[in-house]
């Protein structure tokens, strides 16, 4: 992983999500507010995701769905539960800016795989597990090839091939294109789809001779 993925690269991370929250603390607020008042509290979404080496963490988002259920006292599906607001939120990525908080606590990191729900960890391959050899991150390599619009093998890829080429040069990259396809809301969804649907899995590819 070398000395960037190590050392360097954590301590980059607490600098800028420090600053990020500092600077962003209006913003917060303000979004926070108008969870509270468009779909009512808790105005955090919280979830257990998947983290380095597989470890599960708590993920901090602010809301985009409501909590309709139907008779059966299931959750009606996204595309019923989710918002105009709850959309906008999506396309501006704002509802992913508490992830700063995942940051600093070393849950994640400000580049890397983004986080996926626990229950897809005994679904990937073996070479989809290597995702898991770095911190997940608020953005990646996926999220600028594409974002939720990819399907999943190729998004599964695209987070291998990241830990496979870790470096600051990388990840600066990244950051500029996220910036680029945030602005052109890129990708927020799979086609046909209110969000992306669930991983179930595939077979392990044929092993590679050396």
Do not use: C
Not at 15 to 41: D, E, H, I, Q
Not at 70 to 90: A, I, Q
Request: proline share 7%; net charge positive.
């Amino acid at each position: 992983m070398g000395l960037y993925g190590r050392w360097i690269k954590r301590s980059v991370d607490v600098a800028l999500a420090s600053a990020g929250l500092a600077a962003a603390a209006p913003v917060l607020g303000a979004v926070a507010a108008a969870v509270a008042v468009k779909l009512g509290r808790p105005v955090f979404f919280r979830q257990r995701r998947a983290g380095r080496d597989g470890v599960p963490f708590e993920i901090i988002k602010f809301r985009t769905m409501t909590d309709e259920r139907g008779p059966d006292g299931e959750l009606l599906p996204d595309h019923v539960r989710l918002t105009p607001f709850g959309k906008w939120l999506r396309s501006t990525s704002l509802d992913e800016l508490p992830e700063l908080l995942n940051i600093l606590r070393g849950d994640m990191s400000l580049v890397g795989p983004r986080p996926l729900h626990v229950r897809y960890v005994p679904r990937y391959n073996d070479r989809q597990q290597r995702r898991h050899d770095v911190r997940p991150g608020l953005t990646g390599l996926a999220q600028v090839r594409g974002r939720n619009s990819l399907g999943w093998p190729e998004r599964l890829e695209q987070d291998v091939r990241y830990t496979e080429s870790l470096s600051l040069r990388l990840d600066l990259q990244i950051v500029l294109e996220t910036v680029l396809v945030t602005l052109r809301r890129d990708g927020i969804s799979e086609e046909g789809q209110a969000t992306m649907t669930e991983f179930m899995g595939e077979a392990s590819p044929p092993a590679q001779a050396a």
